[in-house]
């Protein structure tokens, strides 16, 4: 069964830096999503893109974040000078045309030191 | 914006047992309710969904049953088994997997043997 896949499984990474999470979306989907879940908390939507552009994002996802899809396979979420509190689980999802749910990859861990 | 309660936040069942899992949403405009099982390590993976023209889908030992006019749905697992032992999430958007998923706070299940 096709999946989204993710990497890196662990990103660690000194506070003020800069992270690009990367994301292998379902081959035939064209809707791409970012959400993130702090450590015990909710799932929360950061960005929804499609057609090469978002489509919608939430109040967390300020000028710190970017996302891209650079060529027909890979998305990817770009956080410029990282924070503490920006440590959390990332996780892309994808879903395609019509009645087509959203799948989830495995996620990246984020730790800012 | 779209709130989602979820309840409860830890539910523990012996082994055979039924499993019932709460959510109530406040956007009346919601009408795709997903539910995501999260194990250790994993990202959230879909089990079920409904949409809001249909008041109860069941899915072998899986059933979703969904109350538009109180705006709450559930989550019933019969026969748990061990291997149902995970977080579950709910989760509401306004259309069929090309809008946000608001997401739940969560439910722990763990089935006792």
């Known amino acids: 069964e096709p999946e989204v896949t993710q990497t890196p499984s662990h990103q660690v990474t000194q506070m003020g830096q800069e992270v690009i999470l990367r994301c292998v979306p379902i081959?035939?989907?064209?809707?791409f999503y970012w959400y993130r879940q702090i450590l015990g908390q909710k799932v929360e939507f950061l960005v929804s893109?499609?057609?090469?552009?978002?489509?919608?994002k939430s109040e967390i996802f300020d000028d710190q974040f970017s996302v891209e899809r650079p060529d027909g396979s890979n998305f990817t979420l770009k956080i410029r000078s990282t924070k503490l509190e920006d440590s959390a689980m990332y996780f892309c999802?994808?879903?395609?045309?019509?009645?087509?749910?959203?799948?989830f990859g495995d996620g990246t861990r984020l730790s800012i030191l | 914006g779209e709130n989602v309660e979820q309840h409860p936040s830890t539910l523990s069942v012996q082994e055979g047992d039924s499993a019932v899992i709460k959510c109530t949403y406040s956007?009346?405009?919601?009408?795709?309710f997903p539910w995501y099982k999260q194990e250790l390590g994993k990202g959230p993976q879909l089990i079920i969904d409904?949409?809001?023209?249909?008041g109860e889908k069941k899915d072998q030992r899986i059933a979703v049953t969904l109350n538009k006019t109180a705006k709450h749905f559930s989550l019933h697992i019969t026969e748990t088994q061990p291997e149902d032992s995970a977080v579950y999430f709910c989760?509401?958007?306004?259309?069929?997997?090309?809008?946000?998923?608001?997401f739940g706070t969560g439910t722990r299940l763990t089935i006792i043997p």
């Open positions: 999802a994808s879903s395609g045309t019509g009645v087509q749910p959203q799948h």
């Open positions: 956007d009346s405009a919601s009408n795709y």
């Open positions: 989760a509401a958007s306004k259309d069929f997997g090309n809008e946000k998923l608001t």
């Open positions: 893109f499609y057609n090469n552009e978002i489509s919608e």
């Open positions: 081959s035939n989907h064209l809707y």
């Open positions: 409904i949409r809001s023209n249909v």
